[in-house]
């Protein structure tokens, strides 16, 4: 039981750390740019300060990770982050929501992420680390769709039966209560963090300086590649957060809807996540990565060319397939860490120079959307957006194919006595 109270609390804080910055502009954001009276150039900028801060705390936050008690870092994080949406709650203006999205970053990036990732793999162990990631993006998922699936129905309650004639009062008073609510939950997952997620053994954790840990993974190519799949898988990520838009203006929704349509696709998250899991675990976590590249390329072209007169059909089918190859990626790329081995005691370290590489497109993968969007909007500016995903979806096979080209120097990725450590 406790095991599994641990990876369900590492699965639900996972996600719901992040829900206040990525939820709200993923499942309500046409709500939101009406209610702070942004542009998606404008959100997107956000997203960059976001970024910004995110990808400075990502390297020593992964080297605090190796030293304190992942439970400690989670809980006060979870807690910071919470707080910070009784703040959005508030309706400050564009500076303010600015410094907001600065502090998340520090709060996911400094304190949680690392710790997550570290605590996610010493429950995996040697064998199920596919597994082990796999359940933790495929239960983030369930779990995102849980908390949106209440906080949409909350919010529909509270706006009026046909949402297109919302007065600006009533949508501001509903959004304000979805983050009241995201706020409450958040805060006391924080609780049950510090309660659930046991201490780890001393052995464990890295008993010499951080500085040392982040110097040996700096050197390490083999740290370089695996941000590199990141980058692209990420940004195939950060390109879901725009389906609701989408749906609004481009399949003519209105945003009750939209948010429902958003998400009934989170619910793909944990059948793609696990079952890419299962996979890497049974076969191979490099190649079925660049497979799963290769159809995130396939789904993304396709949408770049659909529109209205195509039927909804092929472009439903091609917005599913999408969240699959996405949700499959973020299930096993982390598992990469345990096939390319990865000493134990530089985890930390690793996860924070991979993210600070990898999580890049916090910083320009918004800005550069908006801007597609908004220069053409509607479908051509959509269309257009899909067509920067496909490229990148292209750029991914190639750095995987990059990637799998360094096994015939797997035992060189790591020095030896460090290795043996």
């Given amino acids: 039981m406790s095991r599994f109270l641990f990876i369900a609390t590492l699965v639900i804080a996972g996600e719901m750390v992040f829900g206040l910055p990525f939820h709200t502009a993923r499942f309500f954001r046409p709500t939101l740019l009406e209610v702070f009276g942004f542009s998606n150039t404008q959100l997107g900028d956000l997203f960059a300060v976001f970024g910004v801060t995110a990808m400075l705390s990502y390297f020593p936050g992964g080297a605090l990770a190796d030293r304190f008690e992942a439970r400690a870092l ?23 929501m600015a410094v907001l999205y600065g502090y998340w970053g520090i709060t996911t990036g400094f304190l949680f992420w690392g710790a997550l990732i570290r605590a996610t793999r010493m429950w995996g162990g ?3 680390q596919g597994k082990a990631f796999g359940i933790l993006e495929g239960g983030r998922g369930l779990a995102a769709f849980a908390v949106a699936a209440i906080t ?21 008073l509903s959004f304000q209560v979805v983050l009241l609510l995201y ?45 590199a799949v990141i980058v692209c898988a990420y940004c195939g990520y950060k390109g879901l957060d725009y389906y609701a838009d989408y749906a609004v203006r481009v399949l003519g929704m209105d945003e009750v809807a939209a948010a429902r349509f958003a998400t009934w696709g989170a619910l793909i998250r944990p059948f793609a996540a696990i079952g890419a899991g299962i996979v890497a675990d049974r076969f191979d976590a490099t190649r079925t990565i660049g497979a799963t590249f290769a159809v995130m390329l396939a789904a993304f072209a396709a949408l770049s060319v659909l529109d209205l007169h195509s039927g909804l059909i092929p472009i ?3 917005v599913f397939v999408s969240f699959v190859a996405v949700f499959a990626l973020r299930g096993v790329y982390f598992a990469l860490l345990e096939d390319y081995r990865t000493p134990a005691y530089l985890t930390g370290a690793a996860v924070g120079m991979i993210s600070l590489l990898g999580y890049t497109p916090e910083i320009f993968f918004a800005p550069i959307a908006g801007r597609i969007i908004d220069a053409n909007p509607g479908l051509i500016g959509y269309q257009h957006f899909f067509l920067f995903l496909a490229a990148i979806g292209a750029l ?26």
């Fill in 316 to 318: 439903y089918l091609n």
């Fill in 126 to 128: 040697r064998a199920s």
């Fill in 152 to 172: 949409v129905f909350v919010f529909a309650a509270l706006m009026p039966d046909d949402a297109a004639l919302a007065s600006d009062a009533e949508r501001r």
């Fill in 183 to 227: 706020s409450l939950l958040t805060m006391l997952l924080g609780a049950l963090t510090w309660i659930a997620i046991p201490v780890a053994g001393q052995a464990a954790r890295s008993q010499s300086s951080p500085l040392a840990g982040m110097a040996t993974v700096l050197a390490r190519p083999i740290v370089w590649a695996q941000a």
């Fill in 74 to 96: 989670m809980t006060v994080a979870l807690v910071a982050t919470g707080a910070g949406g009784l703040y959005m709650a508030m309706i400050p203006g564009a500076v303010g």
């Fill in 396 to 421: 991914g096979v190639m750095v995987t194919f990059m990637l799998a080209r360094m096994r015939g120097t797997r035992r060189d990725l790591w020095p030896a006595a460090k290795a043996s450590r």
